[in-house]
């Protein structure tokens, strides 16, 4: 049993994670920032550090994780808007669609969204994949399927649903499992787990996944409910011609691919111990702020400049990528400086002490503590940097726990069961013409399914490592 004082801080933290989902969700709508300083603040307090030592743990913790996770979500929303606007997403999706079947097309679409989603997070790799979807669902739709929306085998098929419920599989999956991302890049930062080996663990688990919830559910759903996109938002998004010269494959597909190769890269030299000046160079140049600091300067270069874009357009739209980051960012900081106090303050010991007494897995508690939070607050980011603060102790405290699959189980459970409360949910929603009904039977059991699936490929990994 923990002793009494372990206790009194267990109680502490879970009432001030409590207010803090309170003043995040109640009628206050307090910004999650906020919410999440002001909590800090107040555990820590209650908890017995003295105010100077509350004030630097919260000031340490947001700066230490937006030291390395900010310059990442920064340099990745900027790679994904120039990827966008130069037209290589574009290309890819014309690639990769043209010519297929209806059985296949599913396929490339989880293929074209696992490239547009690596750099990019949630909300965004859907607003830059929207007008490939719904261009491709269109061509779908009068070349595949009959006047009555039925396919060959005479089904009546949604071919909105077709391609979106792949891509929201794949999104998902690398949301939740694959670096750059925020949420396992934070949690990375905070567990001290390798990006690298995250990557080469979460790309795997990623892939297995978006197929499960991206193929295997897409002609379910797609034959099920049928909603209609807002005929405006369609016509909005449909691709139109573009008198520039698009960008080569080869050159669309570079920018996103090197980040991850150069990190991986580095993994491999640390793992297998190489010494050497080129080995150094590789260490260096593979540190994921390098890698996508680098796959950035090779997409101006490449795509932004060789397409005319010059000085101050080039300048608006990166001020415009940053700037709708911002919010995120916050929130980073915000939990940041919440796990820093949960550290320094003894409550993240607390609950490795009690937890150790129960029994419970480490990767299952990491799980359902960020599940928890997922269903409070919406935010997956939030979950899973809060979350990644309470298990911290319990990675430290366990020397034959991998930190990367930590890493992995809390972006598995910060993607629970998305509902009203998750921002994802309504865009998806709103965007594909859904009803409430229609969302929760086709975007939550998708997020749901790479979740659930997800920790059991975790656990998996876990008994043969």
């Excluded at 679409?109 to 607003?127: D, G, H, K, Q, T």
């Excluded at 013409?433 to 939550?444: A, C, E, H, I, R």
């Amino acid at each position: 049993m923990a002793p009494s004082s372990d206790v009194g801080l267990l109680i502490t933290g879970f009432v001030g994670i409590v207010i803090v989902v309170l003043l995040i969700t109640t009628p206050l709508k307090v910004h999650p920032f906020l919410a999440l300083v002001i909590g800090a603040l107040g555990i820590g307090l209650v908890a017995g550090e003295a105010p100077a030592a509350v004030v630097k743990s919260v000031t340490t913790g947001a700066g230490g994780t937006l030291g390395q996770t900010g310059l990442i979500l920064v340099f990745g929303t900027i790679l994904g808007t120039v990827l966008a606007e130069s037209g290589a997403i574009r290309r890819l999706a014309t690639v990769l669609t043209r010519g297929r079947s209806l059985r296949t097309i599913p396929w490339m679409v989880s293929l074209l969204a696992l490239i547009v989603a690596l750099p990019l997070f949630f909300e965004v790799a859907l607003a830059v994949l929207l007008p490939l979807l719904f261009s491709i669902a269109r061509e779908v739709e009068t070349s595949l399927l009959d006047s009555e929306g039925r396919d060959a085998r005479g089904r009546r098929t949604s071919p909105y649903l077709l391609v979106g419920v792949p891509a929201l599989g794949t999104v998902a999956s690398v949301h939740a499992l694959v670096p750059p991302h925020p949420g396992p890049t934070a949690a990375a930062t905070a567990l001290h787990a390798d990006v690298g080996t995250v990557i080469a663990y979460g790309l795997p688990i990623a892939v297995i996944t978006m197929v499960v919830s991206g193929q295997f559910l897409a002609g379910p759903i797609a034959r099920r409910m049928f909603p209609v996109p807002p005929p405006r938002l369609v016509e909005q998004f449909a691709l139109k011609a573009d008198d520039r010269i698009p960008p080569g494959i080869v050159l669309s597909v570079v920018p996103v691919v090197l980040p991850l190769i150069l990190v991986v890269g580095q993994s491999v030299v640390t793992v297998t111990g190489r010494h050497g000046s080129w080995a150094d160079a590789l260490g260096f140049v593979g540190q994921p702020v390098v890698a996508l600091l680098i796959a950035v300067l090779v997409a101006v270069v490449g795509l932004a400049w060789a397409r005319g874009v010059r000085g101050q357009q080039l300048k608006g739209q990166v001020d415009d990528s940053i700037a709708a980051i911002a919010p995120i960012l916050l929130i980073i900081g915000g939990g940041g400086a919440l796990s820093g106090v949960m550290v320094d303050s003894g409550i993240g010991r607390a609950i490795a002490h009690l937890t150790h007494g129960l029994g419970i897995s480490p990767l299952i508690l990491a799980w359902v503590i960020a599940a928890l939070i997922r269903l409070s607050v919406g935010s997956a980011t939030v979950a899973i940097i809060t979350a990644s603060g309470i298990v911290a102790p319990i990675v430290a405290d366990s020397p034959g726990l991998h930190p990367a699959l930590v890493v992995l189980a809390l972006g598995c459970g910060s993607i629970i069961f998305p509902h009203i409360n998750n921002a994802a949910s309504w865009q998806v929603k709103e965007s594909f013409g859904m009803t409430l009904k229609d969302m929760f039977q086709s975007f939550t059991v998708i997020e749901t399914t790479v979740s659930v699936l997800g920790l059991g490929c975790v656990l998996a990994a876990s008994a043969l490592l």
